[in-house]
């Protein structure tokens, strides 16, 4: 009978292992939505408009495999015991994948402004690739915290102090933005 427990305990474990090995791939991958969202609107200034449709479709494809890990993910998560681990981690998932579907969302108002040819002043796109910038370094310090969760929690506290700093200053600049429209 107790073998049987270690054989339980060494699945849940791998299990978990899984889980986080996956997750951590998702997140990465979130991350770089927003970066390639940067690349976007970088060859938008520069006048690339073929180069921003590129990143554009290479950002959609990136959603996808956002959602793709996303689903791995949970269902790992669904062969693990109920735990408060499962609940929570489900909800980063999610919550990472919500925000790769906000960036394609971004990406696909940029694509409607591209192809319907829209004069858009050059000082809007600088506000909004400083928007995109300040959002880059958001998640990649969103990214630094969650990998810095096994280690110290000053660490990991420092991190979601900047998480929440950036995310104050992107409001602001989002609000400042859609004033100017």
């Known amino acids: 009978m107790a073998e049987k427990g270690l054989l339980k305990e060494w699945l849940t474990r791998r299990r978990r292992n899984r889980s986080i090995e996956l997750a951590y791939k998702q997140m ?8 390639e969202l940067r690349r976007c609107l970088t060859a938008i200034m520069e006048g ?13 494809l990136m959603e996808v495999d956002v959602d793709e890990l996303r689903r ?39 694509l409607v402004l591209l192809r ?20 880059v370094l958001c998640t990649r310090a969103l990214l630094r915290a969650i990998e810095e969760l096994t280690g110290k929690s000053e660490e990991v506290m ?18 400042s933005i859609m004033e100017m429209l």
């Open 28 to 35: 990465k991958s979130s991350v770089e939505t927003v970066v």
């Open 48 to 60: 690339n408009f073929s180069e921003a449709e590129k990143s554009i479709g290479r950002l959609f």
């Open 72 to 110: 791995k993910v949970l269902i790992e998560l669904a062969k693990e015991e109920p735990s408060k681990f499962r609940e929570d981690f489900a909800h980063l998932v999610q919550g990472l994948d919500v925000m790769a579907d906000h960036v394609k969302d971004s990406a696909r108002s940029l």
């Open 116 to 135: 319907g040819k829209k004069i858009v002043p050059k000082e809007d796109w600088a506000s909004y690739l400083n928007l995109v910038d300040n959002v």
């Open 158 to 175: 420092r991190y979601v102090v900047e998480v929440d700093r950036l995310e104050n200053v992107i409001d602001e600049q989002y609000v």
